[in-house]
């Protein structure tokens, strides 16, 4: 990916005139943003000692080992708004003292007690994708901290076809992933929108969910069984589908993002690969009709696998941007989209009773050109952040769950929180908001927040973001329903686990990592 911004360089587009004339008409004149090239970054230098270097390449090799800031800078961080701002800064930067690439799980458990011996902190790298700090190279107390980077853990270990189960490395990409479950009929179905770089290990670490949940689950359902090295020794995790033997201690481990230990292989549920896809796009009237609706279709278990609803000001935007999403066919409301998966006859049987739940519910159908438009870009929207962040805007998604009962009341306390707070620094917003995943009992809400960088906009950025996790707290939602946690929603842990519960989570870490190196200042508060 590329250093400082979102994925393949070859994929970033220009804003289009039509963009740029919407932003100035809403926001006014937007503040010149200074760019530097990778060369003009000066990174701190790296604080291994010699000795250091020397212990850690006798492990990895010299080829696995790097201190060059050539190799440090694309791993100073993830991709979230805060850290592509950071990347602009023409200040020291914060980086890893080194890269460090074992191979196997030995030179894993190698690496890792070099560190505890020379009290170096290790943060794991997969793809570099995450969007709440979680890469951040926090020193903390320690010498010095290294990106310990999974990329050679890149195979297809076992498929095991009589019980649909396949391990995976941890280092393994989605799309390498899928190709090479394809190869054998199969497929995982997890695709957020991070699947063209995330990794297996990440989505795992990271308890992820990808825009096909509906039908295939959230990561964590899938997840079997984990290997983790951990300084303490090495877990294998997940003896059998379920089990009765205490606690689970696979769930321990997904969410755990680097802290409790380095996952370097999950068993996953696998399934053939779907024999046909079909598509249906749909029109609500305001997004109250159309959150009933999804709520209808997930608690009546009809089976799409994906739905998902925009809500006015998203939908009103989209058409403003784009000719590819109804056309002449929506004025106002609220668009919705649905695929359903599987073999002709449940494809058949998914799709005539959803669409039957959804025009009982007041849907409108429109056809499926819309949601195939959505499909054929759903991953391509940081990259529009990239060029918004470039011009001068502010650009930056958070998200949340709660009860279906809570959801007008949390979605309605988050927009406001973000529209006064960027007012209070001196920009108007547009607050953007989509239900991306359901469930019988609630739903997921995902904010897209659009303004205009005023002074520092880091600060700025800080600002709203404080205050919509306050009233994500204040209104019975959960600080994070598929981001993680990372260093940027840690100071909500305490409320939304309890006392108790943080220190529940710190009696694990110092179970499993008693020195405290695996990626400190990340989630455990």
Known sequence: MKWNAWGDPA???????????????????????????AADVVL???????????????????????????DRLPRAGGKSTFDLLRRKSRDVQDAPDAVVLPATDEEVAAVLAVCVERRIAVVPFGGGTSVTGGLEPIRGDFAAVISLDLHHFDQLSKLDEVSREATLGAGLTGPAAEALLAAQGYELGHYPQSFRFATIGGFA????????????????DMIRGLRVITPEGVLDLGRAPKSAAGPDLRELFSGSEGTFGII????????????????????????????????????????????????EVETGLNL???????????????????????????VNGRHETTRAALLAAGGESLGDEPALAWEHGRFDA??????????????????????????????????????????ETGTGSIVMCH???????????????????????????QRAKNAACDAIMANGGTITHHHAV???????????????????LRAVKAAVDPTGILNPGKLIP
């Not at 940081?382 to 998200?399: I, Q, S, V």
Request: aromatic residues 6%; glycine residues 10%.
């Open 205 to 220: 670490a990271t308890r992820s969910s990808g825009q096909d949940s509906a039908g295939f689950g959230r990561f964590d």
């Open 486 to 504: 990372g260093a940027d929603h840690r100071p909500w842990m305490d409320q939304e686990v309890g006392e108790l519960g943080v220190r529940v």
């Open 382 to 423: 940081p990259y529009l952040r990239d060029g918004l962040l470039a011009n001068g805007a502010l650009c930056e998604t958070l998200e949340t769950a709660t009860d279906w009962g809570n959801l007008d009341r949390l979605k309605g306390a988050v927009t406001q929180a973000l529209q006064a707070t960027l007012q």
């Open 435 to 461: 239900i991306s995943h359901i469930y019988p009992t609630g739903a997921s809400l995902y904010f897209t927040v659009i303004g205009a960088q005023r002074g520092d906009p880091i600060a700025q950025w």
């Open 320 to 346: 403003a941007m784009t000719d590819k999403i109804g056309g002449d066919q929506v004025s106002g409301g609220c668009i919705g989209m649905t695929v359903f998966e599987g073999t002709a006859e449940q």
């Open 11 to 37: 994929l970033a587009k220009p804003l289009s005139d039509k963009i740029l004339n919407l932003l100035t008409s809403v926001f006014g004149e937007l503040q010149h943003v200074d760019t530097p090239d």
């Open 264 to 311: 370097t292989s999950v068993r996953l549920r696998v399934h053939p690969v779907p024999a046909e896809k079909r598509h249906e796009s749909w029109r609500f009237p305001d997004f109250a009709t159309g959150a009933a609706a999804l709520r209808a279709v997930t608690q009546d278990g009809t089976g799409p696998t994906v739905i998902r609803l925009s809500d």
């Open 44 to 70: 701190r230098p790296s604080a291994l000692t010699p000795d250091d270097a020397a212990a850690l390449s006798a492990v990895v090799g010299a080829e696995n080992f790097s201190t060059a800031d050539a």
